[in-house]
């Protein structure tokens, strides 16, 4: 199981499917990731209900758009490759975008507004448009390697 070579899943992925060993590691590390982040939004208020309703629309459209870069219904092995290199990307996508960003976005906002403890506006529109950008670079590689089988 990979955590950050995206490199050599790409690989492995364009020479073969995964077992359904492997794609099932993947499927449970990906369901402990997403029920993690839920757990995070039990003292919520209407901003938080409606980021999760628009993160639910945003993962309903980037999945369907990561279908479309896997060539849709011609593509193979799109639960694969969407779980597999999902996770991956996540984990990058982390590190490298969210943490990073997160820590601009606090500090500005800090010097400008001061740091509020409860979910506003301009979190909605911070956290979700990096959410999108996850959808980007997962389909980024998804398109690297479909049609290629």
Known sequence: MYFWNIKELKKELKKRSLSERESFKYLIASMLFYAFDAFLIL???????????????????????????????????????????????????????????TIVYFIILEIFTGITYSTTLSDVIFYNILFIVYFFILCRHITDIAGKD
Do not use: H
């Open 43 to 101: 003292d919520s208020n209407i901003w938080d209900v409606i980021s999760a309703l628009i993160a639910t629309v945003i993962l309903i459209c980037g999945t369907y758009y990561v279908y479309k870069c896997n060539d849709g219904e011609e593509g193979s092995n799109f639960l694969q490759r969407y779980v597999a290199l999902g996770w991956v990307v996540a984990i990058r996508w982390l590190v490298m975008i969210v943490l990073p960003a």
